[in-house]
């Protein structure tokens, strides 16, 4: 198994750009979800998705965009990026019926 | 609103001593609590706790919960250069919506 898989690692955006994160998993977990990590802030939730064609909010959705089309893969979308959005992009999935999450390595997003 | 807070935030100690990771929590609908190691990449699982009184303990890291005080401890004895991290704390909401909020993380850094 993979696992849980992201790209890409590291990105650099402008101002007003769009782009799509790429998560992938390969456990068939029902739950997927995203979280930002900013210095001093731990992790913060963006989305989450249940199941395919089901997703839902997070603290901090503003200026993103999920979809959930089948149960591995759970692409986050910025629709115009902006510098408040740099930061390290984390994905995780966990099985419905248990706790432990597993996480993504991550995507290092900085935009000018 | 839920809210999950560690301390310290940092924390720097020599090899060999003992320390001790805090974590307290006001979250509706308590599931578990989980502690997760952050080494400049994905998170890893450490443990998962959810009955109070009950110690989780792997080599020299241990942990413990108080449901009734909303209070969980992360200890490390004999501490390595190898523990230095973010130690993140992150309690699990019941549901199917369940929602994984965490912490702040504690920075431990251990000099030789």
Not at chain 2, 55 to 76: M, P, Q, V
Request: aromatic content about 8%; charged content about 20%.
């Amino acid at each position: 198994n993979a696992g849980v898989t992201q790209t890409p690692k590291f990105q650099v955006l402008k101002t007003g750009q769009s782009m799509t994160l790429q998560c992938a998993q390969d456990m068939n977990h029902e739950y997927m979800s995203w979280y930002r990590q900013d210095p001093g802030m731990g992790l913060r939730l963006i989305h989450y998705s249940v199941g395919a064609g089901i997703t839902d909010q997070g603290e901090v959705p503003n200026g993103y965009n999920v979809s959930r089309s089948t149960t591995e893969d759970f692409p986050l979308r910025l629709l115009s990026a902006a510098p408040s959005q740099t930061s390290v992009y984390f994905c995780a999935s966990r099985d419905q019926g248990r706790d432990t999450q597993y996480f993504g390595p991550g995507t290092r997003l900085t935009v000018l | 609103e839920d809210k999950v807070v560690q301390s310290p935030l940092s924390l720097v100690v020599h090899e060999g001593d003992t320390v001790t990771l805090n974590c307290s929590y006001e979250v509706t609908n308590f599931r578990s609590l989980l502690w997760y190691k952050q080494e400049k990449k994905a998170p890893t699982f450490l443990f998962m706790l959810t009955s109070s009184g009950i110690e989780k303990k792997s080599g020299r890291l241990s942990s413990i919960l108080d449901k009734k005080e909303l209070f969980s401890i992360l200890n490390i004895t004999a501490t390595q250069t190898g523990d230095s991290a973010v130690y993140l704390c992150a309690v699990l909401s019941s549901g199917n919506t369940g929602k994984l909020i965490f912490g702040q993380g504690t920075t431990l850094q251990v000099k030789p």
